[in-house]
């Protein structure tokens, strides 16, 4: 069983940057899994904010994130990354990172494609 583990949520200003990361733990590694970022806001339904295929090389983004935000996943297939810039206080939500195995470039946008998540970090920008 593969756990998730997204970090480094907070509460910054607008303008400011962050960066998430998503560890996997466990028995097995993400090889061979595309690996996603969701975020939810409150009172609203998960929205898919950027998706990268198994091997890196392709890569998908909302349009509300598209040229501000830039996904991307370590060498070894093990971990994930958010890199967040030019920061809205409309991204404030909780940030889940997810994947599903997935060998081809076929991005889902929809959550119910993925099978692993993580609990969630929280992101809160202020205006």
């Known amino acids: 069983q593969v756990q998730l583990v997204e970090t480094g949520g907070g509460l910054v200003q607008a303008g400011d940057s962050l960066r998430l990361s998503c560890i996997a733990s466990?028995?097995?590694?993400?090889?061979?899994?595309?690996m996603a970022w969701f975020r939810q806001a409150p009172g609203k339904d998960r929205e898919f904010v950027a998706g990268?295929?198994?091997?890196?090389?392709?890569?998908d983004y909302g349009d509300s994130v598209k040229g501000r935000f830039t996904i991307s996943r370590s060498s070894g297939k093990n971990a994930g990354y958010l890199q967040m810039n030019s920061l809205r206080p409309e991204d404030t939500a909780v940030f889940y990172c997810?994947?599903?195995?997935?060998?081809?470039?076929?991005?889902?946008?929809?959550?119910?494609?993925?099978?692993?998540w993580g609990s969630g970090t929280r992101v809160t920008v202020s205006s």
């Open positions: 990268i295929s198994w091997d890196g090389g392709r890569k």
């Open positions: 997810s994947a599903r195995p997935g060998a081809g470039d076929r991005i889902d946008r929809s959550s119910s494609a993925y099978e692993l």
């Open positions: 466990g028995r097995r590694t993400l090889s061979g899994y595309v």
